[in-house]
Structure formats: C-alpha cells, structure tokens
C-alpha cells in the first residue's frame, strides 16, 4: 500500500518561499510509471494542482503559478519537494502531495497524503 | 484551458435515495474524467477514473459515466458515509465540487 505524507512548516512569513517535502512509502518513486503531483486547496474551496516531477527529474507546472513554483525528486530518499516562492496570504492552503498516473490522455491521483496546512503570515 | 463545471453546487438528498452529479467540460474530454470523494479534513479519495471505472475498493453503488462534454456520479443508495463534497477531474483543472448533503 503506497503511502505519502507531507512535511514542512505550517507558518511562512510573506515574501519568503514555502518549502514541504513528500516522503513516498510502500513503493518506490523510481520504478516510474507514476508522476508525483502537489495539489492545493485554499480554505473552504476546491482544488487547484500545481504540478508534477517524473523520477527523472521531468516537470510540469501549472501555468498560473509556473514562475514561482519548483518541483524536485530525491531518488534516495524516496522524497519529492515542492518550493514556492514570494508568497502571499493568498498562498494559505492545505498542500497535498498525490502519486498520479497519465495512461494517454487519462490523468488521474490514486493515492494522496493527508495534507499539511501553511499559512502566509507574518 | 478546459474548464471543468460541476451542477448542482449543493445536493440535498435522503438516505437509501439516488444521487445524480453532473459534471461538463467546455470542450470534448473524450473519457478522460476522473471523480474523488472528499470528507471534512480528509484528503480526497478516487472513486472512478476513465469516466467509468471503479478505482479499487469502491463500492458498486458508485457509478460513472458520460464522454465529451457531459458526466455524471451516480450514487444509486445513499449511505451515511457518502455526504460529502464530489469533485470532478480532467489532467490539470478541477470542478468547483458539488456538496452532497442530507436532505
């Protein structure tokens, strides 16, 4: 059973960069086949993905927030990282991080961590 | 950008009853829709994927279909576990949810 959880700092002054960290257990970001997506949700709203690596080190990122946001893998470690930089309050959400599989056209998040909230505030 | 627009925003219905979501996408999506469950402070949960397959463990009661533009959930007998918020899904963009709530 694959699991995921996100860890990082729940408090971020503004201006500053948001950095969480997704450890993957019960399987292995390297055997490939899946990308590895981080996906928001501001309080009380729905869903906004932010982007996915490949193990290879390959991304994609929402254009909306494509020039603040950087997506790494850690191979080693079985960790895959989200930065965001020069935060704002309207950057307060709960992050997921979320295995994706992209058979085609066919995009879909079979596993998900449990969230960690961050609030922009000084 | 697809847009993806869930109707209604909120759906009162009974236990035991049918619950009918709609989902449409501003342009063809071909079969290539996905729904999640999501319960207060809970990460949301695949239901179906390809607009008609059950992920694993999802009980027979949720059902999808649709291609193109148009797709619905439907839940055939509502249990008291099933209310919560429904969320559409095509590559990047989400719907808005629609909130299932007991009537």
């Known amino acids: 059973q694959v699991q995921l959880q996100e860890s990082g700092p729940g408090l971020v002054k503004p201006s500053q960069t948001l950095s969480l960290t997704c450890t993957v257990s019960?399987?292995?970001?390297?055997?490939?086949?899946?990308?590895w997506s981080w996906i928001r949700q501001h309080p009380g709203k729905g869903l906004e993905w932010i982007g996915y690596i490949y193990y290879s080190g390959s991304t994609y990122y929402n254009p909306s927030l494509k020039s603040r946001v950087t997506i790494s893998v850690d191979t080693s470690k079985n960790q895959f990282s989200l930065k965001l930089s020069s935060v704002t309050a309207a950057d307060t959400a709960v992050y997921y991080c979320a295995r994706e599989l992209i058979v085609g056209a066919t995009y879909y998040f079979d596993y998900w961590g449990q969230g960690t909230l961050v609030t922009v505030s000084s | 950008e697809i847009v993806m627009t869930q109707s209604p925003a909120t759906l009162s219905v009974s236990p035991g009853e049918r619950a009918t979501l709609s989902c449409r996408a501003s342009?063809?999506?071909?079969?290539?829709l996905a729904w999640y469950q999501q319960k207060p402070g809970q990460a949301p949960r695949l239901l179906i994927y390809?607009?008609?397959t059950r992920a694993t463990g999802i009980p027979a009661r949720f059902s999808g279909s649709g291609s193109g533009t148009e797709f619905t959930l439907t839940i055939s007998s509502l249990q008291s576990e099933d209310f919560a918020v429904y969320y559409c899904?095509?590559?990047?963009?989400f719907g808005q949810g629609t909130k299932l709530e007991i009537k």
């Open positions: 390809g607009a008609s």
């Open positions: 019960g399987g292995s970001i390297s055997s490939g086949g899946y990308y």
């Open positions: 342009q063809s999506v071909s079969s290539n």
């Open positions: 899904q095509q590559s990047g963009t």
